[in-house]
């Protein structure tokens, strides 16, 4: 597979990611489901920290991937939902250094409730092959 960052703008590559992600010559795709902080029986999560919350995701998202044979590196897009915008970019940096330097299209929502209520944080992602 060949993988370009589209980035007509400079701007988005400080904040870790692009604008588009082009792929050719693709062999194999994921399509993940939103990963949260829920443990690993599906219980909500213990704490309400926000960095926390997001590790813990990342977490589970390098869990799924794992499992079908890919990593972080092969994350082409990542769709991140949150209760709290300015929260989660007040403690994103904690979870920077995972997603570095692979730079997904990505994109960041506010909405008023997850699944669990205690749940702050969640990240669906594509990787690809």
């Given amino acids: 597979m060949q993988r370009k960052d589209v980035n007509p703008w400079e701007w988005s590559k400080a ?17 993940c489901a939103g990963q949260t902080a ?23 998202l390098v869990t799924v991937l794992a499992d079908a044979g890919m990593s972080m590196s092969d994350v082409v897009r990542l769709n991140i939902y949150t209760t709290d915008v300015d929260e989660l970019l ?3 940096g904690s979870a920077a ?16 409730r997850l699944a669990f209520p205690e749940l702050k ?9």
């Fill in 15 to 31: 904040f870790g990611f692009s604008q588009g992600v082009e792929l050719t010559g693709v062999e194999r795709m994921l399509v």
């Fill in 38 to 60: 829920t443990a690993e029986d599906g219980s909500p999560p213990k704490t309400d920290d926000m960095g926390e919350q997001v590790r813990v995701a990342l977490d589970n």
């Fill in 90 to 92: 007040a403690a994103y």
């Fill in 97 to 112: 250094e995972l997603i570095a330097p692979n730079m997904p299209a990505m994109t960041l929502l506010g909405v008023t």
């Fill in 121 to 129: 944080v969640e990240i669906e992602a594509i990787a690809a092959r």
